[in-house]
């Protein structure tokens, strides 16, 4: 594996790991009282982190609870600068060529400086949990907020790219993905949506048993979308219609996203059962693996195979989707 993996182990920190080795290479921050580049050394709780960071070559940007994004050096996990929005940061941070991208809890998409932290625009879209998706060629943002809009900014001016944003009557949990030329996002409503990325229409909708909190896996070489519910569903859509390709059960509520790895579809319960989906019918392929930890986060798929599990007490398993099996990497 190559770069650098950042989990958060512990509450309110960032740790940098060896991908290779699974050792520590530094957590963010070392002490409660650490200076932010020319600051002084002051006392500081980051009360939790639970957005997936950005990173360039040099800075890891991390938003956290107490209400602050921060710019961390990658070599050693200092503090380079602090940036403080009203409220809590629960979606991750998102980095473009036009600056940073910071959803806060207050009501405001703020665009940062990277070099500096320095404001350099901001929007008002609502209360955002989830982290905003900026399409590979820059042409546009998607936010959505707990209000139950779904917006599509120019990334450059802020500049809205629909007439309105897609609304609906409960707030959007998951963090929206592009699936062609649809945009899905889904959440409090018990309901997954496919949204015209051009128009912000409504292209076509799927209902669950519960909430839909996971980041939605799009599997692009068959334009098909994977997604959970706190119901215990897993379903397959068809991207361009919605139409439900298959679904399957789980023993308990599903919080993270699924994703693709050795042509099986891994997805991990609350409770911490390993699941693998054939991904034409979803049957279950083998028995279900059990870590017996509670698994909220995202799973995130490393290389050959081989996907990571993060359990909320800072415990991470390697599982391999190809035999079934997990092994714990970090205890």
């Known amino acids: 594996m190559n770069g650098t993996l950042y989990i958060t182990l512990d509450t309110g920190e960032m740790t940098a790991i060896d991908p290779e080795s699974y050792q520590e290479v530094w957590t963010f921050p070392r002490e409660r009282e650490f200076a932010c580049g020319a600051e002084e050394p002051r006392d500081r709780e980051l009360d939790g982190i639970y957005g997936a960071p950005a990173v360039n070559q040099d800075t890891l940007f991390v938003g956290a609870w107490d209400g602050a994004a921060y710019a961390v050096n990658r070599a050693d996990g200092a503090c380079l600068w602090r940036f403080l929005t009203d409220e809590p940061i629960i979606g991750g941070t998102v980095l473009g060529d036009a600056g940073l991208y910071v959803p806060s809890t207050d009501g405001i998409l703020y665009v940062l400086d990277p070099a500096t932290g320095e404001e350099t625009a901001s929007f008002a879209v609502g209360e955002v949990w989830s982290t905003p998706w900026l399409t590979e060629d820059e042409s546009a943002l ?43 996002v889904g959440g409090l409503g018990e309901t997954l949506y496919g949204v015209n990325a051009a128009t912000g229409e409504e292209a076509w909708s799927v209902g669950g048993a519960n909430w839909f909190w996971g980041r939605p896996f799009v599997d692009e070489t068959t334009a098909t979308v994977y997604a959970t519910t706190m119901a215990g569903e897993v379903i397959a859509i068809d991207a361009a219609t919605g139409d439900v390709i298959w679904e399957a059960g789980t023993e308990s509520p599903v919080r993270a996203g699924p994703v ?63 035999q079934g099996r997990t092994a714990r990497v970090i205890n």
């Open 142 to 184: 998607y936010v959505a907020t707990m209000e139950g809009r779904l917006w599509a900014l120019d990334p450059e001016t802020l500049d809205r790219i629909w007439d309105a944003p897609f609304e609906v009557s409960t707030g959007l949990l998951t963090d929206p993905v592009l699936a062609g030329d649809v945009v899905i």
């Open 260 to 322: 693709v790895a050795a042509d099986v579809l891994v997805a991990v319960d609350k409770k911490g059962a390993v699941y693998r989906l054939d991904l034409e019918t979803g049957a279950h392929v083998g028995d279900a693996s059990e870590i017996e930890k509670q698994v909220l986060a995202d799973v995130t798929l490393l290389e050959d195979g081989l996907v990571l599990i993060v359990a909320d007490n800072g415990d991470v398993y390697e599982y391999d989707a190809e």
